[in-house]
Each structure stands twice: as structure tokens, then as C-alpha cells.
């Protein structure tokens, strides 16, 4: 797939739906005969619906997931500055390795929201990629220089959401 030019795809706003569709790119784009690799920042259980999918129907899907503790009104702890570093580090190596079509950064916005790590890190690997690599970057408050930067950038905004009516998180929907 290097025969293409990749672009950078930025999925914000404060509505459902944001690592979602950057699942539906990447299973497109499996279909195809992509290589797949995603971080996902302020994530570690294993027993989320997405993660036991990968492990056992998509072998082209690599995934690393940064996170300790679950998030909290959208924000990452402090106590997870280093596992953020880390797993910045080992998608930015997978970015530049050349070996994978599609990099996700899932919930990078917010880490970048809450100086986790720093804009000008990011800015400099997106400008550094592989140019026929294509980017995916989520999370809630996207900084606007990310936006410039991107290539296409959706906010997803909410207009209902069955949580304050009372429905929990559920297996297969939220996780």
C-alpha cells in the first residue's frame, strides 16, 4: 500500500463514537490488505470487546494498550505520565518502522489535553511518518494545531445518550 499518500484522520468532540470509527478504518482497511497497529492510551482491559477481537480473528491487527486505571471524566491520572511516554514511544517507533498501512493513537487528544505529552512530539512525528502511512489520532479536546495538521478532522458531537437515562456501560456496546 505504499503506492499511495497517507493522510491524517482526527476524531474529537465529547460524543460516542470516536474509537469506534477509528476500528471501522481499520478493519476497511484489513480488508484490503493493510497492516494495522493501535496504542490505546488510558486502556488496559483485556476484556474489552475490541482487544478479544483482534486477538482472535485479526492477525494483520497489533495492538499495545497504555493505561492503568480507568478514565475519569475524560481525564488520564498523573500517575500515568510514564506508561503514556511508553506507549507514545512504541507507536511512534510503529509509525516509523514502515512495517504497518494504518497507525492509530487512540485517546491521544486527551493526553495531549492534559500535557502527558507534549504537542511539538507529536507534531514532529506526524510530520516525520512514512508518507504513504495513514493516522488515526481520538480523543476528546483535539488542540487545534492537530487539527491543522490533520488531513480530515471530525468532531462527534452528543445529542442523547442512553447513559443518563439510567443504562449501564454493556458488553459489545461500550466495551
Known amino acids: 500500500m505504499k503506492d499511495k499518500k497517507g493522510i491524517i484522520l482526527v476524531y474529537t468532540g465529547k460524543g460516542k463514537g470516536k474509537t469506534t470509527a477509528a476500528l471501522g478504518l481499520a478493519l476497511r482497511a484489513i480488508g484490503h490488505g493493510a497492516q494495522v497497529f493501535m496504542v490505546q492510551f488510558r486502556k488496559s482491559n483485556p476484556n474489552y470487546g475490541e482487544i478479544q477481537a483482534i486477538r482472535?480473528?485479526?492477525?494483520?491487527?497489533?495492538?499495545?494498550?497504555?493505561?492503568?486505571?480507568?478514565?475519569?471524566?475524560?481525564?488520564?491520572?498523573?500517575?500515568?505520565?510514564?506508561?503514556?511516554?511508553?506507549?507514545?514511544?512504541?507507536?511512534?517507533?510503529?509509525?516509523?518502522?514502515?512495517?504497518?498501512?494504518?497507525?492509530?493513537?487512540?485517546?491521544?487528544?486527551?493526553?495531549?489535553?492534559?500535557?502527558?505529552?507534549?504537542?511539538?512530539?507529536?507534531?514532529?512525528?506526524?510530520?516525520?511518518?512514512?508518507?504513504?502511512?495513514?493516522?488515526?489520532?481520538?480523543?476528546?479536546?483535539?488542540?487545534?494545531e492537530i487539527i491543522e495538521a490533520a488531513d480530515m478532522a471530525s468532531e462527534i458531537k452528543e445529542i442523547k445518550h442512553h447513559y443518563k437515562t439510567g443504562t449501564k456501560a454493556r458488553a459489545g456496546m461500550e466495551f
Open 56 to 144: 482472535n480473528y485479526l492477525p494483520a491487527f497489533t495492538f499495545f494498550q497504555a493505561g492503568k486505571s480507568k478514565m475519569y471524566e475524560g481525564y488520564l491520572k498523573e500517575d500515568e505520565r510514564q506508561i503514556t511516554v511508553d506507549g507514545f514511544l512504541l507507536g511512534k517507533e510503529a509509525l516509523l518502522s514502515e512495517k504497518f498501512d494504518l497507525v492509530i493513537f487512540d485517546e491521544l487528544n486527551i493526553v495531549l489535553d492534559k500535557g502527558l505529552l507534549a504537542k511539538e512530539e507529536v507534531l514532529e512525528m506526524l510530520a516525520k511518518r512514512p508518507p504513504w502511512v495513514d493516522i488515526v489520532l481520538t480523543g476528546r479536546n483535539a488542540p487545534p
